[in-house]
């Protein structure tokens, strides 16, 4: 049988957005395959990490292409890109919480093309006017990275409809939690 990488990462994703602390063990046995077979094509856990960091990018780089955030109201886009990238909340949720790859020296750099086409996004909504001027895109990109991690672990934990998902967030980060008198 041939080694489907493909697989193998979209089970581990699987399994490690549950169950962050799984051994290389858990991994082999979620992916159906030995553990000489898992470390024969990832060296250890930081490799494996590693590859679902690039799993992770590629899967939000195409969720960004097809959410198509330079068109229409950039609160529209927002709200596209939540419901592209919905189907890898859960990677994004364990990556965003694994501090390996944010403590060493050899940041992936789809991170910063992903934090530049997202904080675009949230600039060009300032410029129109949609977005409040005062919070950097810096910033929202961020809130938005955390909103998104937030919700995909209440979605694992049943705390949140899976459905409920886009709105949710975007109904947070767009409009706040301030609840506004009507005029």
């Given at each position: 049988?041939?080694?489907?990488?493909?697989?193998?990462?979209?089970?581990?994703?699987?399994?490690?957005?549950?169950?962050?602390?799984?051994?290389?063990?858990?991994?082999?046995?979620?992916?159906?395959?030995?553990?000489?077979?898992?470390?024969?094509?990832?060296?250890?856990?930081?490799?494996?990490?590693?590859?679902?960091?690039?799993?992770?990018?590629?899967?939000?780089?195409?969720?960004?292409?097809?959410?198509?955030?330079?068109?229409?109201?950039?609160?529209?886009?927002?709200?596209r890109l939540l419901r592209e990238i919905q189907p890898a909340a859960g990677l994004l949720a364990f990556l965003y919480g694994e501090n390996q790859l944010w403590e060493s020296d050899r940041q992936n750099d789809g991170w910063q093309r992903l934090d530049n086409r997202i904080g675009a996004l949230f600039?060009?909504?300032?410029?129109?006017?949609?977005?409040?001027?005062?919070?950097?895109?810096?910033?929202?990109?961020?809130?938005?990275?955390?909103?998104?991690?937030?919700?995909?672990?209440?979605?694992?934990?049943?705390?949140?409809?899976?459905?409920?998902?886009?709105?949710?967030?975007?109904?947070?980060?767009?409009?706040?939690?301030?609840?506004?008198?009507?005029?």
């Amino acid at each position: 049988m041939a080694f489907d990488r493909d697989h193998v990462l979209r089970s581990a994703a699987a399994l490690l957005t549950r169950k962050s602390t799984a051994t290389m063990d858990e991994v082999a046995k979620a992916a159906g395959i030995s553990r000489a077979t898992l470390h024969r094509h990832f060296a250890g856990r930081d490799a494996l990490v590693r590859a679902l960091e690039s799993l992770g990018i590629a899967e939000c780089e195409a969720a960004l292409d097809r959410a198509r955030p330079e068109e229409g109201p950039a609160a529209e886009a927002v709200r596209r890109l939540l419901r592209e990238i919905q189907p890898a909340a859960g990677l994004l949720a364990f990556l965003y919480g694994e501090n390996q790859l944010w403590e060493s020296d050899r940041q992936n750099d789809g991170w910063q093309r992903l934090d530049n086409r997202i904080g675009a996004l949230f600039q060009r909504g300032q410029r129109s006017g949609e977005f409040r001027a005062e919070l950097t895109p810096a910033w929202l990109t961020e809130a938005l990275y955390g909103l998104i991690a937030s919700c995909a672990w209440a979605v694992l934990d049943g705390r949140v409809a899976a459905r409920d998902f886009p709105t949710m967030i975007a109904e947070l980060l767009l409009g706040g939690a301030l609840r506004r008198e009507e005029p």
